[in-house]
Protein backbone atom coordinates (compact mmCIF):
# COMPACT_ATOMS: atom_id res chain seq x y z
CA UNK A 1 0.00 0.00 0.00
CA UNK A 2 1.42 3.25 -1.11
CA UNK A 3 2.21 6.14 1.90
CA UNK A 4 0.26 8.94 2.36
CA UNK A 5 1.40 11.79 4.83
CA UNK A 6 -0.38 15.25 4.92
CA UNK A 7 1.81 18.11 7.06
CA UNK A 8 -0.50 20.70 8.49
CA UNK A 9 1.78 23.91 9.15
CA UNK A 10 -0.07 26.99 11.14
CA UNK A 11 0.25 30.17 9.06
CA UNK A 12 2.49 33.25 10.41
CA UNK A 13 2.11 31.39 14.06
CA UNK A 14 3.38 33.73 15.96
CA UNK A 15 1.20 36.46 14.46
CA UNK A 16 -2.16 34.59 14.43
CA UNK A 17 -2.03 33.56 17.69
CA UNK A 18 -1.63 37.27 18.17
CA UNK A 19 -4.30 38.24 15.82
CA UNK A 20 -6.90 35.30 17.70
CA UNK A 21 -7.70 37.39 20.26
CA UNK A 22 -7.56 40.83 18.71
CA UNK A 23 -9.42 40.37 15.49
CA UNK A 24 -8.61 43.77 14.75
CA UNK A 25 -5.19 43.19 13.78
CA UNK A 26 -6.47 40.84 11.13
CA UNK A 27 -4.78 42.64 7.61
CA UNK A 28 -2.24 44.97 10.10
CA UNK A 29 1.60 44.20 9.93
CA UNK A 30 2.52 42.11 12.90
CA UNK A 31 6.23 41.66 14.52
CA UNK A 32 7.07 39.53 17.43
CA UNK A 33 10.33 39.96 18.73
CA UNK A 34 12.51 37.96 21.11
CA UNK A 35 13.44 38.21 24.66
CA UNK A 36 14.25 41.23 25.84
CA UNK A 37 12.30 42.85 22.31
CA UNK A 38 15.89 42.44 21.10
CA UNK A 39 15.41 41.16 16.81
CA UNK A 40 12.61 40.09 14.96
CA UNK A 41 11.76 36.76 15.13
CA UNK A 42 7.92 36.65 13.44
CA UNK A 43 6.82 38.25 10.64
CA UNK A 44 3.08 38.19 9.45
CA UNK A 45 3.20 38.52 5.61
CA UNK A 46 2.38 42.13 5.69
CA UNK A 47 5.35 42.75 7.79
CA UNK A 48 6.75 40.96 5.37
CA UNK A 49 5.67 43.12 2.37
CA UNK A 50 7.14 45.98 3.97
CA UNK A 51 10.85 44.43 3.84
CA UNK A 52 11.14 43.29 7.87
CA UNK A 53 13.49 40.87 7.74
CA UNK A 54 14.17 38.23 9.97
CA UNK A 55 16.74 39.08 12.63
CA UNK A 56 16.42 42.40 12.42
CA UNK A 57 16.90 44.21 15.50
CA UNK A 58 14.45 46.16 16.71
CA UNK A 59 15.83 49.22 17.33
CA UNK A 60 16.75 49.16 13.31
CA UNK A 61 13.11 49.07 11.89
CA UNK A 62 11.86 50.91 14.75
CA UNK A 63 11.20 54.29 12.55
CA UNK A 64 9.87 51.74 9.72
CA UNK A 65 7.15 50.41 12.29
CA UNK A 66 5.88 53.97 13.07
CA UNK A 67 5.86 55.25 9.64
CA UNK A 68 4.01 51.72 8.51
CA UNK A 69 1.72 51.13 11.64
CA UNK A 70 3.08 47.75 12.27
CA UNK A 71 2.19 46.16 15.28
CA UNK A 72 4.97 45.05 17.72
CA UNK A 73 4.49 42.20 20.39
CA UNK A 74 6.84 40.67 23.08
CA UNK A 75 7.13 37.19 22.44
CA UNK A 76 4.48 35.56 24.64
CA UNK A 77 5.70 31.77 24.96
CA UNK A 78 3.26 30.74 27.29
CA UNK A 79 0.09 31.46 24.78
CA UNK A 80 2.00 30.09 21.97
CA UNK A 81 2.83 27.06 23.60
CA UNK A 82 -0.87 26.68 24.74
CA UNK A 83 -2.51 27.48 21.69
CA UNK A 84 0.05 24.97 19.56
CA UNK A 85 -1.24 22.00 21.81
CA UNK A 86 -4.80 22.68 21.23
CA UNK A 87 -3.70 23.01 17.31
CA UNK A 88 -2.07 20.09 17.49
CA UNK A 89 -4.77 17.99 19.50
CA UNK A 90 -7.38 18.62 16.90
CA UNK A 91 -4.99 17.24 14.29
CA UNK A 92 -4.37 14.32 16.28
CA UNK A 93 -8.00 13.55 15.58
CA UNK A 94 -7.78 12.86 11.82
CA UNK A 95 -5.37 9.98 11.85
CA UNK A 96 -4.23 7.68 14.28
CA UNK A 97 -0.68 8.36 13.82
CA UNK A 98 0.37 11.93 14.59
CA UNK A 99 4.29 13.54 14.61
CA UNK A 100 4.32 17.20 16.17
CA UNK A 101 7.30 18.30 14.11
CA UNK A 102 7.68 21.66 15.95
CA UNK A 103 5.46 24.11 17.54
CA UNK A 104 3.61 25.20 14.46
CA UNK A 105 4.02 22.25 12.11
CA UNK A 106 2.52 18.29 12.18
CA UNK A 107 2.44 15.65 9.79
CA UNK A 108 -0.61 12.77 10.16
CA UNK A 109 -0.67 9.38 7.67
CA UNK A 110 -3.66 9.38 6.00
CA UNK A 111 -2.14 6.05 4.16
CA UNK A 112 -5.15 3.69 3.29
CA UNK A 113 -8.20 6.17 3.49
CA UNK A 114 -10.33 5.74 0.64
CA UNK A 115 -11.87 8.85 0.86
CA UNK A 116 -11.21 12.32 -0.48
CA UNK A 117 -8.37 13.58 1.02
CA UNK A 118 -8.40 17.57 -0.32
CA UNK A 119 -12.04 17.68 1.36
CA UNK A 120 -10.73 15.66 4.53
CA UNK A 121 -8.50 18.36 5.26
CA UNK A 122 -10.18 20.84 3.86
CA UNK A 123 -12.48 19.72 6.99
CA UNK A 124 -9.14 20.08 9.21
CA UNK A 125 -8.28 23.25 8.47
CA UNK A 126 -11.79 24.46 9.39
CA UNK A 127 -11.76 23.10 12.33
CA UNK A 128 -8.60 24.25 13.27
CA UNK A 129 -9.72 28.12 12.69
CA UNK A 130 -13.00 27.72 14.53
CA UNK A 131 -12.13 26.06 17.65
CA UNK A 132 -8.49 27.76 17.68
CA UNK A 133 -8.82 31.09 15.28
CA UNK A 134 -5.37 29.71 14.13
CA UNK A 135 -4.96 29.35 10.01
CA UNK A 136 -3.50 26.48 8.91
CA UNK A 137 -2.67 25.26 5.21
CA UNK A 138 -2.49 21.21 4.02
CA UNK A 139 0.31 20.00 1.65
CA UNK A 140 -0.49 16.05 0.84
CA UNK A 141 2.04 13.59 -0.69
CA UNK A 142 3.64 10.09 -0.65
CA UNK A 143 6.21 11.32 1.03
CA UNK A 144 7.60 14.19 4.00
CA UNK A 145 9.52 16.23 1.43
CA UNK A 146 6.50 16.06 -1.03
CA UNK A 147 4.12 17.04 1.92
CA UNK A 148 6.48 19.77 2.59
CA UNK A 149 6.81 21.01 -0.90
CA UNK A 150 2.90 20.69 -1.30
CA UNK A 151 2.36 22.48 1.62
CA UNK A 152 4.63 25.42 0.02
CA UNK A 153 2.33 25.50 -2.88
CA UNK A 154 -0.92 25.60 -0.85
CA UNK A 155 0.36 28.77 0.89
CA UNK A 156 1.51 30.52 -2.38
CA UNK A 157 -1.68 29.67 -4.49
CA UNK A 158 -5.18 30.66 -2.94
CA UNK A 159 -6.75 28.73 -5.83
CA UNK A 160 -6.01 25.62 -3.65
CA UNK A 161 -7.73 27.07 -0.76
CA UNK A 162 -5.41 26.38 1.46
CA UNK A 163 -4.98 22.26 1.00
CA UNK A 164 -3.22 20.84 -2.01
CA UNK A 165 -2.29 17.22 -3.04
CA UNK A 166 0.84 17.34 -5.11
CA UNK A 167 0.18 13.59 -6.17
CA UNK A 168 -3.15 14.32 -8.34
CA UNK A 169 -0.68 16.33 -10.81
CA UNK A 170 0.49 14.79 -13.63
CA UNK A 171 4.05 14.18 -14.55
CA UNK A 172 4.26 17.54 -16.80
CA UNK A 173 3.08 19.75 -14.39
CA UNK A 174 4.86 18.18 -11.35
CA UNK A 175 7.69 18.65 -13.56
CA UNK A 176 7.13 22.23 -13.92
CA UNK A 177 6.62 22.58 -10.83
CA UNK A 178 9.83 21.32 -9.44
CA UNK A 179 11.41 23.70 -12.01
CA UNK A 180 10.80 26.57 -10.70
CA UNK A 181 11.72 25.60 -6.48
CA UNK A 182 15.66 26.76 -5.99
CA UNK A 183 17.05 23.30 -4.50
CA UNK A 184 17.77 25.28 -1.30
CA UNK A 185 13.48 25.26 -1.02
CA UNK A 186 13.97 21.13 -0.50
CA UNK A 187 13.06 20.42 2.84
CA UNK A 188 16.20 18.88 4.05
CA UNK A 189 18.48 21.27 2.18
CA UNK A 190 20.43 23.34 4.23
CA UNK A 191 22.45 26.53 3.24
CA UNK A 192 26.14 24.50 3.08
CA UNK A 193 24.02 21.53 0.89
CA UNK A 194 22.96 24.37 -1.16
CA UNK A 195 26.08 25.57 -2.47
CA UNK A 196 27.50 22.55 -2.92
CA UNK A 197 24.49 21.44 -5.19
CA UNK A 198 24.46 24.68 -6.90
CA UNK A 199 28.58 24.70 -7.52
CA UNK A 200 27.48 21.37 -9.66
CA UNK A 201 24.74 23.17 -11.66
CA UNK A 202 21.55 21.55 -9.54
CA UNK A 203 20.19 24.90 -8.98
CA UNK A 204 16.56 23.53 -8.61
CA UNK A 205 14.19 20.36 -7.36
CA UNK A 206 13.60 18.94 -10.74
CA UNK A 207 17.54 18.68 -10.97
CA UNK A 208 18.49 17.21 -8.13
CA UNK A 209 15.37 14.98 -8.45
CA UNK A 210 17.13 13.71 -11.44
CA UNK A 211 20.63 14.21 -10.70
CA UNK A 212 22.76 10.59 -10.55
CA UNK A 213 22.76 8.91 -7.47
CA UNK A 214 26.41 8.59 -6.52
CA UNK A 215 26.64 12.07 -7.35
CA UNK A 216 23.68 13.05 -4.49
CA UNK A 217 25.05 10.33 -2.06
CA UNK A 218 28.84 11.44 -2.73
CA UNK A 219 28.00 15.14 -1.95
CA UNK A 220 25.47 14.82 0.61
CA UNK A 221 25.95 11.68 2.09
CA UNK A 222 22.80 9.50 2.54
CA UNK A 223 20.67 11.89 4.14
CA UNK A 224 20.83 13.48 0.81
CA UNK A 225 20.29 10.36 -0.69
CA UNK A 226 17.01 10.28 1.04
CA UNK A 227 15.76 13.49 0.31
CA UNK A 228 16.34 12.57 -3.15
CA UNK A 229 14.38 8.92 -2.78
CA UNK A 230 11.73 11.08 -1.35
CA UNK A 231 10.95 13.60 -4.43
CA UNK A 232 10.89 10.76 -6.27
CA UNK A 233 7.92 9.39 -4.35
CA UNK A 234 9.57 6.79 -2.24
CA UNK A 235 9.22 6.87 1.93
CA UNK A 236 12.63 7.31 3.31
CA UNK A 237 11.80 8.88 6.34
CA UNK A 238 9.60 7.56 8.56
CA UNK A 239 6.91 9.73 10.99
CA UNK A 240 8.51 9.88 14.53
CA UNK A 241 5.27 9.35 16.67
CA UNK A 242 7.59 9.41 19.89
CA UNK A 243 9.00 12.34 21.43
CA UNK A 244 13.13 11.52 21.29
CA UNK A 245 14.61 11.19 24.67
CA UNK A 246 15.87 14.61 25.71
CA UNK A 247 19.75 14.43 26.08
CA UNK A 248 19.73 17.59 27.97
CA UNK A 249 17.64 20.80 29.15
CA UNK A 250 18.52 23.68 28.47
CA UNK A 251 17.26 26.89 30.91
CA UNK A 252 19.00 30.44 29.95
CA UNK A 253 18.19 34.24 29.47
CA UNK A 254 19.84 37.58 28.38
CA UNK A 255 18.99 39.96 31.47
CA UNK A 256 16.96 42.62 31.41
CA UNK A 257 19.57 44.68 32.57
CA UNK A 258 23.58 43.73 32.85
CA UNK A 259 24.03 42.61 36.84
CA UNK A 260 26.26 44.07 38.72
CA UNK A 261 26.17 41.76 41.93
CA UNK A 262 26.37 38.15 43.37
CA UNK A 263 23.09 38.15 44.80
CA UNK A 264 21.37 39.29 41.03
CA UNK A 265 22.64 36.80 39.48
CA UNK A 266 22.02 34.07 41.99
CA UNK A 267 18.50 35.42 41.85
CA UNK A 268 17.95 34.84 37.84
CA UNK A 269 20.19 31.96 38.17
CA UNK A 270 17.91 30.12 40.40
CA UNK A 271 14.69 30.96 38.99
CA UNK A 272 15.87 29.37 35.70
CA UNK A 273 16.70 26.41 37.61
CA UNK A 274 13.37 25.88 38.86
CA UNK A 275 11.98 26.40 35.53
CA UNK A 276 14.68 23.80 34.31
CA UNK A 277 13.41 21.48 37.40
CA UNK A 278 9.91 21.86 36.02
CA UNK A 279 11.14 20.00 32.87
CA UNK A 280 12.59 17.50 34.65
CA UNK A 281 9.38 16.31 36.56
CA UNK A 282 7.40 16.61 32.92
CA UNK A 283 9.40 13.15 31.55
CA UNK A 284 9.81 11.75 35.36
CA UNK A 285 13.86 12.68 34.50
CA UNK A 286 16.83 13.35 37.12
CA UNK A 287 19.29 14.60 36.02
CA UNK A 288 23.31 13.18 36.92
CA UNK A 289 25.24 16.08 36.29
CA UNK A 290 25.03 20.23 35.49
CA UNK A 291 26.80 23.18 34.45
CA UNK A 292 26.23 27.15 35.45
CA UNK A 293 27.40 29.54 33.29
CA UNK A 294 27.74 33.66 32.65
CA UNK A 295 28.61 35.54 30.38
CA UNK A 296 29.41 39.60 29.74
CA UNK A 297 27.95 40.88 26.51
CA UNK A 298 30.03 40.54 23.77
CA UNK A 299 28.69 43.75 22.33
CA UNK A 300 29.63 46.44 25.15
CA UNK A 301 32.53 49.01 24.58
CA UNK A 302 32.69 49.50 28.28
CA UNK A 303 34.47 45.70 29.11
CA UNK A 304 36.23 42.98 27.93
CA UNK A 305 33.82 39.93 27.03
CA UNK A 306 34.20 36.95 29.30
CA UNK A 307 32.30 33.44 29.81
CA UNK A 308 32.58 31.58 32.89
CA UNK A 309 31.16 28.07 33.67
CA UNK A 310 31.24 25.51 36.61
CA UNK A 311 29.70 21.97 35.78
CA UNK A 312 29.42 18.79 39.00
CA UNK A 313 28.52 15.54 38.29
CA UNK A 314 25.84 13.20 40.66
CA UNK A 315 26.25 9.90 42.64
CA UNK A 316 22.38 9.77 41.80
CA UNK A 317 19.95 11.19 39.55
CA UNK A 318 18.89 14.36 41.00
CA UNK A 319 15.06 15.77 40.03
CA UNK A 320 14.02 18.05 42.64
CA UNK A 321 14.17 21.65 43.69
CA UNK A 322 15.53 20.95 47.49
CA UNK A 323 18.81 19.06 45.84
CA UNK A 324 19.24 21.32 42.70
CA UNK A 325 18.91 24.47 43.69
CA UNK A 326 21.25 25.19 46.36
CA UNK A 327 23.75 23.48 44.40
CA UNK A 328 23.17 26.29 41.60
CA UNK A 329 24.20 28.65 43.98
CA UNK A 330 27.37 27.03 44.92
CA UNK A 331 28.49 26.59 41.70
CA UNK A 332 27.91 30.12 41.22
CA UNK A 333 30.08 30.89 43.90
CA UNK A 334 32.79 29.82 42.01
CA UNK A 335 32.82 31.40 38.94
CA UNK A 336 31.49 34.65 39.88
CA UNK A 337 33.68 37.67 40.07
CA UNK A 338 32.29 41.10 40.85
CA UNK A 339 35.04 43.41 38.80
CA UNK A 340 32.23 42.38 35.23
CA UNK A 341 28.37 42.86 34.78
CA UNK A 342 26.56 40.01 33.15
CA UNK A 343 24.42 39.69 30.24
CA UNK A 344 23.25 36.51 30.44
CA UNK A 345 23.28 33.30 31.90
CA UNK A 346 21.92 29.73 32.59
CA UNK A 347 21.65 26.15 33.53
CA UNK A 348 22.44 23.27 31.53
CA UNK A 349 21.09 20.00 32.92
CA UNK A 350 22.24 16.57 31.51
CA UNK A 351 23.00 13.18 31.59
CA UNK A 352 19.70 12.94 32.01
CA UNK A 353 17.82 9.56 32.73
CA UNK A 354 14.56 7.93 34.79
CA UNK A 355 14.41 8.79 38.20
CA UNK A 356 15.48 5.55 39.78
CA UNK A 357 14.86 4.21 42.82
CA UNK A 358 18.43 4.90 44.57
CA UNK A 359 18.05 8.59 46.27
CA UNK A 360 19.78 11.22 48.38
CA UNK A 361 18.31 12.66 51.57
CA UNK A 362 16.82 15.47 49.36
CA UNK A 363 15.06 12.97 47.12
CA UNK A 364 13.61 11.15 50.30
CA UNK A 365 12.43 14.70 52.01
CA UNK A 366 11.12 15.79 49.04
CA UNK A 367 9.29 12.97 48.34
CA UNK A 368 7.52 12.52 51.61
CA UNK A 369 6.66 16.01 51.55
CA UNK A 370 4.55 15.76 47.74
CA UNK A 371 3.18 12.77 48.52
CA UNK A 372 0.00 13.96 46.93
CA UNK A 373 1.55 13.37 43.10
CA UNK A 374 2.49 15.12 40.16
CA UNK A 375 -0.47 17.47 40.16
CA UNK A 376 0.03 18.57 44.18
CA UNK A 377 3.73 18.46 43.29
CA UNK A 378 3.00 21.55 40.19
CA UNK A 379 0.58 23.60 42.38
CA UNK A 380 2.87 23.53 45.04
CA UNK A 381 6.07 24.82 43.03
CA UNK A 382 3.45 27.50 41.94
CA UNK A 383 3.54 29.00 45.56
CA UNK A 384 6.71 27.63 47.31
CA UNK A 385 10.18 29.54 46.22
CA UNK A 386 13.62 29.45 47.71
CA UNK A 387 14.71 32.54 49.13
CA UNK A 388 17.33 33.00 46.66
CA UNK A 389 14.29 33.26 44.00
CA UNK A 390 13.65 36.77 45.80
CA UNK A 391 15.28 39.85 44.78
CA UNK A 392 15.36 42.67 42.51
CA UNK A 393 14.20 40.78 39.38
CA UNK A 394 16.36 43.16 36.96
CA UNK A 395 17.46 40.08 35.47
CA UNK A 396 13.80 39.29 34.09
CA UNK A 397 13.31 40.05 30.10
CA UNK A 398 12.14 43.50 28.86
CA UNK A 399 8.63 42.35 27.06
CA UNK A 400 7.30 45.82 26.96
CA UNK A 401 4.83 44.65 24.34
CA UNK A 402 3.71 41.73 25.44
CA UNK A 403 0.16 40.30 25.03
CA UNK A 404 -2.28 39.03 28.18
CA UNK A 405 -1.45 35.39 28.24
CA UNK A 406 -5.46 34.62 27.88
CA UNK A 407 -4.96 30.89 27.77
CA UNK A 408 -2.47 29.97 31.06
CA UNK A 409 -3.27 32.83 33.40
CA UNK A 410 -6.61 33.19 35.16
CA UNK A 411 -5.98 37.03 36.31
CA UNK A 412 -5.36 37.07 32.32
CA UNK A 413 -8.48 36.16 30.71
CA UNK A 414 -10.06 38.02 28.02
CA UNK A 415 -12.89 40.10 29.30
CA UNK A 416 -16.23 39.50 27.50
CA UNK A 417 -18.62 41.88 26.89
Not at 112 to 123: A, F, H
Not at 132 to 142: D, L, S, Y
Not at 338 to 358: A, C, E, H, N, W
Request: hydrophobic share 40%.
Amino acid sequence: MASKLALIDCNNFYASCERAFNPKLEGTPIVVLSNNDGCVIARSNEAKALGVLMGEPYFKMRELAKANGIAIYSSNYALYGDMSNRVMRIIGHYSPEQEVYSIDESFIDLSGMSIDLVEYMGKLKKQVRLWTGIPVCVGIGRTKVLAKLANRVAKKYKKFNGVFDIDELSKSRCNSLLKIVDVGDIWGIGAKSKDKLKRLGVNNALAFRGAEKSLIKSTLGVVGLRIQQELLGESCIPLELQRPAKKQIVSSRSFGKPLVSFDEVNQALTCLARKAVNKLAVDSLGCLSMNVFIETSPFSKKQAYVNFSKSIQFANPLHSDRAILPVVSQLLRKIYQDQYQFYKGGIVLTRLTSKGVSRDLFEVVDGLALTAGKASHKSLLGHVISANELGTNRWLSNAEYRSPRYTTQWQELLPVE
